[in-house]
């Protein structure tokens, strides 16, 4: 009978049991249906069902009864599709909110002497049960001034919008209301002149401010045409048309926090009590007396921190770290003495079971809802549970560095995800550099991007200059308008400049490419950009003094450590050591120029899939709007000179070098007769300005452009026509005219010598542009007779051949 009984069960659970994909459809289909039927009853079309549901609804709710209709097919469509739910739980609590505020207060104004018919066309029962408690309490006045608030309770959960935003709003269309006024009051003002004056021309004054207008106007064509001028001096050319980057429209995607996924796992730390006993019992066998204050389990590690008795050293505890794994039965363990801002000495030990922290976890946080800006990235959590994140705009650049699999690309996704939450395409702009092609290729076509992620190196490099020409354009148009940084600027301007952020997920890729472009770039946006909103987050996997150069982390303060292979790289991310005893999976380590010490912090996880589903809601809300100029060559558009740095004969060395494709400084001195510094130097600047390529061992510089002058590009100077040489040419005979120069130079350098020697040391002077002409005449002068000597002992020659 039991054995009948069971099997009875198992067929019977099999036949009845239903998915939860089949409930919940079920569940959105009927409340789809009775939104529907509701509605059509309210116009007599629901047949003698809908005729007493009509009834009901309108007892109970009253005029809102539409409303509620409504609500009805939201939530249905958000039950039938989870991923793009129209209604979040908070937007809920504030349509009953206003439900209950809204129908209170109906009550109130028609419907306060409880007659059933007013009620029923005021705001039914539901404004009864609230109108009612409130006017024999408060009264009501009272009862009024509640029900008002509430509804801008309904309001501020509806739309997420606060009290500020609102009056602002409001005092724009105020200020707009006063615009319209007043500009009919001067054009009926206009026409009553025009009347009296039967038709005269307008005023000279009229004439003036359109002038002004119309001057106003074409210096902002200009400006569009040719962009700012940089006054900061570099050899990077600020190419044709590009501009500062502003928008006055600002466009803002709110993302759903529902795309994330809810964890909820707890760490498991196993008796803590008996291993602060083991710990307490190890000390006192190394005759180290401990005092156990406080025991924290956080999502990683549980960390007991311990007071030592007075004359115990630090180092005598740091030194039993090994034995109190032994001890303890658990690996690594890391010891924080002290423990920044106590007198306490902090050991970390493993928990047995990690526990996982959800971004959503962190989005909705107190600390994430009270945040005081939108560059707000929520790393993880801290050993005693609070969450710690990261500033980007103050940080204002990371560097984040950790072996393979320990967490660091989710950290960076993490980062991401978290700026997309909080900022639109219009105030935030992304440049993502993926050498490894794997990463961040999944946010192509977001409207955030400024390019498609980037895998090519030139390309990367590309964006690296493009981003320090932004940098001196945006410097010299907060100048311009007397900002100090971007944050002040959009406070002032009606046009918004975006903020822009660079991510590399593989520095070290870049760095083997071209180690000395990339470090240098890196170094002048690090310098410079922070005021300028354009931030940098560099991550590596190979943390080596090759890639995180010490130029590189002197202007790169804020660093984010992961698990690592040895002591030698975590000193080389950190400067101290700690690293190597993180546990990889999201440990990491926090460096901040505000810590004294790093901060160990359990990281965020967030899956591909939540990373997709927010990928393709932000393709659903817009079209991204690229820029190529960024990953385009700037150096085919034209040069950059600095008037301070340039030469008088660089014009006919440009030609020269365009002409012969051959740049060298022995080349130079051939074919311009000039000295050798002089040509060094000028061969220096073609470099600086592109116009040939860096030194590559022994094999010649490459000449980088077709033709001079670059078409659409003014060049600084008129170039002068090269000099006409003589269509013989003998090397030899050059290679002895230099042989010559040389020991003329040198000649010269031992007078000075001995004149220097008899006379007294005079003031150093910067010799002119004349006195270099000067000089390259006398050693023309010098070559003319070395020639004419070469002449006539070659006819001399040719006579006693004879």
């Known amino acids: 009978m039991a054995k009948r009984r069971k099997r009875t069960k198992r067929k019977g659970g099999n036949s009845e049991g239903l998915s939860d994909g089949v409930k919940q459809s079920i569940f959105a289909v009927s409340i789809v249906v009775a939104g529907l039927l509701f509605f059509l009853s309210f116009f007599g079309l629901g047949g ?43 937007n809920l609590i504030g349509i009953v909110t206003f439900f209950l505020a809204f129908n209170g207060l109906l009550n109130l104004l028609f419907a306060s002497d409880g007659l059933a018919e007013k009620i029923a ?13 409130l006017v024999s309490l408060i009264g009501f006045w009272g009862a009024f001034i509640v029900a008002v608030a509430g509804i801008f309770v309904a309001i501020f959960l509806i739309f997420n919008v606060s009290l500020n935003s609102i009056l602002t709003v409001h005092t724009h269309f105020t200020n707009m209301g ?7 009051i001067e054009e009926r003002e206009e026409f009553d002149d025009e009347e009296e004056d039967e038709g005269e021309l307008e005023t000279d004054e009229e004439d003036a401010d359109l002038e002004e207008e119309l001057d106003e106007e074409i210096e902002e064509e200009d400006d569009e045409e040719e962009g700012v001028e940089s006054g900061v001096k570099s050899p990077l050319m600020i190419g044709a048309g590009e501009s500062v980057m502003t928008s006055k429209r600002r466009r803002r995607i709110v993302i759903p926090v529902d795309l994330l996924d809810e964890r909820i796992s707890e760490a498991e730390a196993g008796d803590t009590d008996r291993a602060a006993d083991i710990i307490q019992k190890t000390f006192k066998h190394f005759n180290i007396e401990v005092e156990m204050v406080d025991v924290r389990v956080g999502p990683s590690v549980t960390q007991y921190s311990l007071k030592p ?97 320990s967490g660091k690309s989710v950290c960076l996704n993490g980062v991401i995800v978290s700026l997309l939450y909080q900022n639109g395409p219009d105030d935030l702009k992304m ?20 390019v498609p992620p980037i895998t090519q190196s030139e390309e990367a490099i590309n964006a690296l200059k493009w981003g320090v020409r932004e940098m001196e354009r945006r410097l010299d148009h907060l100048a311009k308008y007397g900002a100090r940084d971007i944050d002040s600027y959009n406070a002032k301007s009606k046009e918004r400049m975006p903020k822009v952020v660079f991510i590399i997920d593989e520095l070290a890729d870049l760095m083997s490419q071209n180690k000395r472009d990339v470090e240098s770039l890196i170094v002048r946006i690090a310098q410079m950009a922070r005021a300028a909103g354009i931030h940098l987050i560099l991550a590596t996997q190979r943390p080596s003094v090759d890639v995180i150069t010490g130029t590189i982390k002197a202007n790169i303060p804020t660093r984010l450590a992961f698990a690592v292979a040895s002591q030698v790289d975590s000193k080389t991310i950190l400067d101290i050591s700690g690293a190597e005893k993180l546990l990889g999976r999201g440990d990491m ?11 160990r912090l359990q990281g965020a996880y967030v899956s591909d899939q939540e990373i997709e589903r927010v990928v393709d809601f932000l393709k659903k809300e817009g079209e991204p709007d690229y820029n190529y100029q960024v990953t385009e060559d700037s150096r085919g558009g034209g040069v950059a000179m600095s008037s301070e740095d340039s030469d008088p004969l660089l014009e006919e060395a440009i030609a020269i070098v365009v002409a012969d494709r051959k740049a060298s400084t022995s080349y130079l001195q051939r074919r311009m007769r000039i000295g050798y510094s002089r040509a060094a130097r000028i061969v220096d600047l073609l470099a600086e300005m592109g116009i040939i390529g860096e030194q590559n061992g022994s094999k010649p510089r490459e000449v980088l452009i077709e033709k001079w002058p670059l078409p659409g590009a003014g060049a600084p100077k008129k170039a002068k026509e090269p000099i006409e040489y003589e269509e013989d040419y003998d090397a030899e005979e050059e ?8 020991a003329i130079e040198e000649e010269d350098f031992d007078d000075e010598m001995e004149d220097s020697k008899m006379t007294p040391p005079k003031p150093i002077i910067e010799a002119d542009e004349d006195e270099d002409e000067d000089e390259d005449e006398d050693f023309s002068e010098f070559d003319e007779e070395d020639e004419n000597d070469d002449d006539d002992d070659e006819f001399a020659n040719y006579n006693d051949d004879e």
């Open 309 to 405: 008795a007075q004359g115990v050293k630090l180092s005598r505890i740091v030194g039993l770290q090994n034995d109190l794994a032994l001890a303890l039965a658990a690996h690594p363990i890391r010891i924080e003495a002290p423990i920044p801002g106590k007198a306490l000495v902090g050991i970390e030990v493993p928990n047995r079971k990690v526990g996982a922290v959800s971004l959503r976890e962190l989005l909705e946080s107190k600390e994430f809802k009270t945040r005081k800006t939108n560059m707000m990235a929520p790393l993880g959590k801290d050993v005693s549970g609070a969450v710690s994140s990261l500033f980007v705009d103050k940080a204002p650049h990371t560097m984040v560095a950790g072996a393979t699999g």
């Open 735 to 742: 290679m002895d005219e230099e042989a010559d120069d040389m």
């Open 589 to 599: 380590l926090l460096s901040t120029p505000q810590l004294s010490k790093p901060k």
């Open 48 to 90: 003698v069902v809908g005729e007493y549901s009509n009834q009901a609804l309108t007892m109970i709710f009253g005029w809102d009864k539409w409303l509620f209709s409504v609500v009805l097919l939201v939530l249905g469509w958000s039950a039938i599709f989870p991923d793009r739910r129209l209604l979040s739980n908070v």
């Open 121 to 133: 066309k005021a705001g039914g029962y539901t404004g009864l049960l609230v109108s009612a408690p």
């Open 431 to 450: 440049i993502m550099v993926d050498p490894k092609r794997v990463e961040l290729g999944v946010y192509a076509g977001i409207p955030h991007l400024l």
């Open 178 to 184: 006063r615009v319209v006024h007043r500009n009919r």
